[in-house]
C-alpha cells in the first residue's frame, strides 16, 4: 500500500504540473494552425492530430524518466504495464474537434490512479493559461505560473435542479435509451450550455457551473475531472450512482441534492 508522505504527495503534485505544462507547450504551438488531421473511424469523424500524438509523447517522456515504474494509459499510444500499484492516465488533447475548429474548450488531462481510484487529476488549458489541480482532498487554481500562487477553489452550493446550470456534450444522448431522460433533465434545469469539452469540469470545480452530464467517456476522458471534482468538494458517479469510475456514462454536481435529482431522472425505466 503506498504511503503518501507531505513532501511526497508535494513532489508527485509539483511533477504532474510541470509534466502538462511542457505537454501543453507543445499543444498549443498548433492551436490555430494548419494541422494535419486523421479520422480514425470509417462511419464518423473521430480526428486526431500531429499535436495529439507530440503532445503525448512528451508526458509519456517525462513519466517514464521520473517515474520509471509506473504503468502509463494514454489515448494515443495506449498501455504501458508498470511494476508499482500506480498508473499515470493521459489525454493529451481532451477536445481534440474543439481544438481543430479553433474554440479554447480542450485541455491537457494528466491524472494518477492508485488501486482504481484517482488520487490525482490536473487540466491545463494553455491558451488561456490556466491550470485546475485536484488531489488528495485539496483543489486550487495556479493564477500565476511564474509565482505559482495557488488559489483555492470549490464546487458551489445549488438547492435544485431548476437553478442550475448543466453542461453536456449534444443536446441528442449518443446512448438512445437516455434520450428522454436527457431532455427531462435540460429541461428542467435553469440553463444548458454544450461542447464544452474538459472545460465543463473545470467550470463545475470553481463553482460557475453546477453540473456535467456525459455519455461514451473512456477512462482517459474522466480520470482527471473525477479527481478534480471530487477534490472540490463535489461528487462524480455512473449514471446508476455507481462508484469508481472507468469511462461510460456520468453524472458530476456540485451539490448533493442536484445530483440525487439527476439520479432520479436517469433512474426512470430501469
Known amino acids: 500500500m503506498e504511503i503518501w508522505t507531505e513532501k511526497k504527495k508535494n513532489k508527485v503534485i509539483n511533477d504532474a504540473i510541470s509534466f502538462v505544462k511542457e505537454g501543453g507547450e507543445i499543444a498549443n504551438k498548433y492551436f490555430r494552425k494548419d494541422l494535419t488531421i486523421e479520422n480514425q473511424d470509417s462511419l464518423k469523424f473521430d480526428p486526431v492530430t500531429e499535436a495529439d500524438k507530440n503532445t503525448e509523447l512528451k508526458i509519456r517522456e517525462l513519466i517514464e524518466k521520473h517515474y520509471p515504474l509506473d ?3 494514454g489515448e494515443e499510444f495506449g498501455i504501458k504495464e508498470g511494476t508499482s500499484n500506480l498508473t499515470w492516465v493521459i489525454d493529451p488533447i481532451d477536445g481534440t474537434k474543439a481544438f481543430i475548429s479553433g474554440m479554447p474548450s480542450w485541455g491537457v488531462l494528466l491524472s494518477l490512479v492508485s488501486n482504481s481510484q484517482a488520487i490525482l487529476g490536473v487540466i491545463y488549458q494553455p491558451f488561456t493559461n490556466e491550470i485546475l489541480v485536484g488531489g488528495f482532498g485539496d483543489a486550487f487554481l495556479i493564477i500565476n505560473q511564474s509565482s505559482k500562487i495557488k488559489k483555492p477553489v470549490s464546487v458551489r452550493k445549488c438547492e435544485s435542479l431548476n437553478r442550475a446550470i448543466i453542461s453536456t456534450s449534444y443536446p441528442k444522448s449518443p446512448v438512445k435509451e437516455h434520450q428522454s431522460n436527457l431532455d427531462e433533465a435540460l429541461r428542467k434545469s435553469k440553463l444548458d450550455r454544450y ?27 474522466i480520470r482527471a475531472p473525477e479527481s478534480l471534482i471530487l477534490s472540490a468538494g463535489g461528487i462524480i458517479t455512473n449514471l446508476d450512482g455507481s462508484y469508481p469510475l472507468s469511462g461510460g456514462d456520468i453524472i458530476a454536481c456540485g451539490d448533493k441534492r442536484v445530483h440525487q435529482e439527476l439520479l432520479d431522472i436517469f433512474r426512470k425505466g430501469k
Open 71 to 73: 504503468g502509463i494509459l
Open 195 to 221: 461542447g464544452l469539452d474538459c472545460y465543463a469540469y473545470i467550470l463545475l470545480a470553481i463553482g460557475q457551473i453546477d453540473a456535467v452530464i456525459e455519455f461514451g467517456l473512456q477512462e482517459y476522458d
